[in-house]
């Protein structure tokens, strides 16, 4: 295993954080190394828009769960999917043509560009010696987070991301096992399903170590009540209105 394979198989979600604050070097560094991930057709569709102003951060916290994390972390990732640059630049080029900017295929381009950018910078912090985790959280409240950080249409935010030096030394979480993700040639529809049962035996034994056994719910089990919560139901019609997806 080689230095890249090690830093990326260690890879934990650091919620703690020391006082030690991210110099803005590293944070050039961290998103010039994000912009080196690959991009659909050189679109770039993506945005970054890093919060350090500790105000900021309570404010765009109680936007997204309260989690203490945001404030505490010396850097706040956001990380948008941004379809607002292409379609401006593109006006002067385009004459009478028409715009397909808001077709659903360029929403997805957009998210794509987004994700894979953001974890190109992930794994660019980390070799810094830096923790980051991801914050879904961005989009419970979505509107009033996006207007926060003044986002134009076609602008969303997609994740946040908190940066930081580590102040605690989590367990990796064990992921499912190769063998129920890695296909060959085909689908195999009753080996994906099979493999959960021996990983649900692992999660278990984990959450079970990890809350000090006051949790021992299998992944299966996790994942049957995240399903049968109406979570951000709201977020086909905020697309929608901020002029993504309209065909």
């Known amino acids: 295993m080689n230095e890249t394979l090690s830093l990326l198989m260690n890879h934990r979600s650091i919620r703690k954080y020391t006082d030690r604050m991210v110099t803005e070097e590293q944070l050039e560094m961290i998103i010039a190394a994000g912009q080196m991930a690959s991009s659909s057709s050189s679109v770039q569709a993506y945005s970054v828009i890093a919060v350090t102003d500790p105000e900021q951060k309570r404010a765009l916290s109680a936007l997204a769960g309260n989690q203490a994390y945001i404030v505490e972390c010396p850097v ?7 379809l607002y640059r292409l379609q401006k630049v593109s006006e002067a080029h385009l004459g009478d043509q028409p715009s397909y900017v808001d077709s659903t295929e360029n929403l ?5 560009d987004a994700a894979l950018a953001a974890q190109n910078a992930a794994v660019a912090a980390e070799s810094m ?10 989009r419970n409240q ?3 987070f996006a207007e926060q950080l003044k986002l134009p249409e076609l602008v969303y935010p997609v994740f946040g991301m908190c940066v ?3 102040d605690q030394d989590p367990g990796i979480r064990p992921r499912l096992p190769l063998e129920g993700v890695l296909h060959h040639g085909t689908y195999d529809a009753t080996k994906t399903v099979e493999e959960v049962k021996t990983y649900d035996n692992t999660y278990a034994e984990y959450m079970r170590a990890r809350s000090g056994g006051k949790s021992t719910a299998a992944w299966s089990q996790f994942m049957a009540k995240r399903l049968s919560e109406p979570v ?5 019609e905020y697309l929608q209105d901020k002029g993504f997806m309209k065909r």
């Open 76 to 82: 706040f990732l956001v990380w948008c999917a941004d």
């Open 142 to 144: 979505i509107a009033e």
């Open 108 to 112: 997805i381009v957009a998210t794509v």
């Open 232 to 236: 951000r139901l709201h977020m086909k």
């Open 164 to 166: 930081g030096y580590p």
């Open 129 to 138: 010696g830096l923790g980051i985790v991801y914050i879904g959280g961005v």
